[in-house]
């Protein structure tokens, strides 16, 4: 079983930076793929980021490309989401997962743990 805590959220403005980190905790951190999520107001939960076990490979939604940048470091059991140039459409509970496969997905489906979320919110 795996435990995933996300920080790094807050209130910023359009153009403005954040970085989210997610610690993981009792599971093999550094087989897995992780992933990011976000889910808007009203909205259904969509995919961010993904990356590989080994970092080979990097997975990104069209909306967020060239502005936002998934790594991880598996000596720390931590994935990070670097977020620039911030628009207020990103505003969103950004969630943290831990897939079930080494390679990145887009869908759900491949991801078994999840953490609690962290807000972004972006004012115009």
């Known amino acids: 079983q795996g435990q995933l805590v996300e920080s790094g959220g807050g209130l910023v403005q359009a153009g403005d930076s954040l970085r989210l980190s997610c610690v993981v905790s009792?599971?093999?951190?550094?087989?897995?793929?992780m992933g990011w999520f976000r889910q808007a107001p009203g909205k259904e939960r969509e995919f961010v980021a993904a990356i590989t076990w080994n970092s080979n490979t990097l997975y990104y939604a069209d909306s967020v490309k060239g502005r936002f940048t998934i790594s991880r470091d598996n000596g720390k059991n931590t994935v990070y989401l670097q977020m620039n140039s911030l628009r207020p459409e990103d505003t969103a509970l950004y969630y943290c997962?831990?897939?079930?496969?080494?390679?990145?997905?887009?869908?759900?489906?491949?991801?078994?743990?999840w953490g609690q979320g962290t807000q972004v919110t972006v004012s115009s």
């Open positions: 997962a831990a897939s079930i496969r080494s390679l990145g997905s887009d869908s759900e489906l491949e991801y078994a743990y």
């Open positions: 009792g599971r093999a951190f550094s087989s897995y793929a």
